[in-house]
């Protein structure tokens, strides 16, 4: 079933608003980058919509980034004090004063 233009009853909507969704015939669809509206409001409301949208999810997936950085960082940290507590008990003593993993087990020893 073919809906009518908003405007022109007797018009069949060829398309709709992208922004308020309303049928709209060629005559009234104006056609833009961002998609097709019925007004230049609609056009003015949907692109400041978008940025409204974008932003949070800029900002969230910055945060994002940011985790994972900080895990991998910590990651690989973790990893470099392993390799050293391996090191330092192996054969390398000279390692012992930057073994932070082999001081916390000699403080968790009993005595
Ligand atoms: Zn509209
Ligand atoms: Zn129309």
Redesign the pocket.
């Known amino acids: 079933m073919a809906k009518s233009c908003v405007n022109h009853k007797e018009t069949p909507a060829a398309t709709m ?6 049928p ?1 015939c060629k005559a009234c669809s104006l056609v833009t980058p961002r998609g097709t ?3 230049t ?2 056009g003015i ?1 949907n692109r400041d919509f978008k940025e409204r949208q974008r932003e949070p999810q800029d900002v969230h997936f910055s945060k994002m980034t940011t985790v994972i950085k900080l895990m991998a960082a910590a990651l690989l940290i973790g990893v470099g004090l392993i390799g050293i507590n391996v090191a330092a008990t192996h054969g390398m003593p000279q390692l012992k004063r930057v073994d932070f993993i082999g001081r916390f087990l000699d403080l968790l020893k009993p005595r």
Do not use: G, M, R
């Not at 608003?17 to 309303?22: K, R, V």
């Open positions: 608003c992208h922004q308020c969704h309303s709209i509206f019925c007004s409001e609609c409301l």
